[in-house]
């Protein structure tokens, strides 16, 4: 079970830091991943990592600004947001599948969980 939190609203160039709590013990075996939907658009990948976190991707959109992290004994995955634009405003998810390979995923098929979503709005 994942519970993402976090959102809030933001002015243009701000930061957020959006958390997302995983429940089970075997969280460090997960590639964790970021993915966002705004109003009358498809969901789109935002960034993930894979289960030791040594590997990451990010969107081309918010690659420099955006930062994704873990912390295993935590069960908890984070996407740190910065310099924040009023295109960023969208409803964020987590979610997770198992893999132990090095690789991460940017597809919404290839993951198995989902937390519930937290919104995030930047005012220009």
């Known amino acids: 079970q994942l519970q993402a939190s976090g959102g809030g609203l933001v002015q243009a160039g701000g930061s957020l830091r959006l958390s997302c709590a995983a429940s089970g013990r075997t969280f460090s075996s997960y590639v964790m991943g970021w993915f966002r939907q705004a109003p009358g658009k498809e969901r789109e990948f935002v960034a993930a990592?894979?289960?030791?976190?040594?590997?990451?991707g990010y969107a081309d959109s918010v690659k420099g600004r955006f930062t994704i992290s873990r912390d295993n004994a935590k069960t908890t995955a984070y996407l740190q947001m910065n310099s924040l634009k009023p295109e960023d405003t969208a409803v964020y998810y987590c979610a997770a599948v198992w893999s132990r390979s090095s690789r991460w995923f940017t597809r919404g098929y290839e993951y198995d969980y989902w937390g519930q979503g937290t919104l995030v709005t930047v005012s220009s």
């Open positions: 990592n894979s289960w030791s976190g040594d590997s990451t």
